[in-house]
Each structure stands twice: as structure tokens, then as C-alpha cells.
Nanobody, 124 residues
Framework: QVQLVESGGGLVQAGGSLRLSCAPS????????MGWFRQAPGKERELVAA???????YYADSPKGRITISRDKTKNTLYLQMNSLKPEDTAMYYC??????????????????WGQGTQVTVSS
């Protein structure tokens, strides 16, 4: 019933930009933290960016300064703006949401809902 539908991935050249979108259905996540994760082949899944219900944000060190996470609570939609993309940004990107309001937004165990993933490939 609850689904997170992602869009915006694709193939871009180094230095290009992409805007990922995540549109949940089945329930509202306006009072819950949401985030973007990524996983490259042979590597562990890592948190890229997260945003709390109150608007606090977190960014991983590597993409920090090149990405911006935001949310539109009226549309129940999450975004990730990615600029100055590098080949090392190539990965499957997943949208995730916490299932319980009030959970610390950097508590990774709280992310119970996941999208299907959207592929981002950056060529050099």
C-alpha cells in the first residue's frame, strides 16, 4: 500500500546536474524524517542526505556542497538537487522514509520505507 516512487535518474556527463524526486503514496510523511541513500557495486549503502520533519539537514562529506535535499510537505514529495556531478557519484540512489514520527532523523534503523531506486551514472 505504501510506496515511494522515485524519478530523475539517468546518464549525465561529469559536471552535469540532476534533480531526483521521491513521491510517496499511501500515507503522509510530513511528520517523518526522509533521506537519500546510494549504493555502488561492491560498496556498502551509504546515507547521502537526510532531512527531519522540522527541516534539519545532514549531508555526507563527499557530496556536501554539491547537493541539496529539500521537501515539499504540501505535495508529500522529497527532492535531491545534484550539481557538479562526478564519476564517483555513480550509484543506485534510494529514497527512504522513517515509519515513526519523532525518531531522530539520523537514526538509520528508523528508515522502514524504501523506494525501488533510480540509477545515476556519471561519465567522464
Amino acid at each position: 500500500q505504501v510506496q515511494l516512487v522515485e524519478s530523475g535518474g539517468g546518464l549525465v556527463q561529469a559536471g552535469g546536474s540532476l534533480r531526483l524526486s521521491c513521491a510517496p503514496s499511501g500515507r503522509s510523511f510530513s511528520n517523518n524524517a526522509m533521506g537519500w541513500f546510494r549504493q555502488a557495486p561492491g560498496k556498502e549503502r551509504e546515507l547521502v542526505a537526510a532531512i527531519s520533519s522540522a527541516g534539519s539537514t545532514y549531508y555526507a562529506d563527499s557530496p556536501k556542497g554539491r547537493i541539496t535535499i529539500s521537501r515539499d510537505k504540501t505535495k508529500n514529495t522529497l527532492y535531491l538537487q545534484m550539481n557538479s556531478l562526478k564519476p564517483e557519484d555513480t550509484a543506485m540512489y534510494y529514497c527512504a522514509a522513517q515509519g515513526r514520527s519523532g525518531t531522530y532523523y539520523l537514526n538509520l534503523r528508523g528508515y522502514n520505507y524504501w523506494g525501488q531506486g533510480t540509477q545515476v551514472t556519471v561519465s567522464s
